[in-house]
């Protein structure tokens, strides 16, 4: 996925789904300009990383 489409899925009020490596996450913040984003991994909101968003799927 590229920055644009990962910040349109975080400013959504729709749930996308989205994976990382297969496992589902929530996007947190994006940052466009350096194409990465922190994301929180499954439901445990300490497990968050930041991430390239070509790593995201959707």
């Known amino acids: ?3 644009k ?3 349109a899925i975080y400013d959504s009020k729709d749930t996308i789904a989205v994976t ?4 589902p996450v929530w ?3 994006v940052d466009e300009a350096n194409g990465m984003a922190t994301v ?4 445990n909101p300490g497990n968050t990383q930041t ?8």
């Open 40 to 43: 929180q991994v499954g439901s």
């Open 27 to 29: 996007i947190e913040h």
């Open 1 to 3: 996925m590229d920055a």
């Open 5 to 7: 489409r990962a910040k």
């Open 20 to 23: 990382l490596e297969g496992d």
């Open 51 to 58: 991430v390239r968003v070509d790593r995201l799927e959707e």
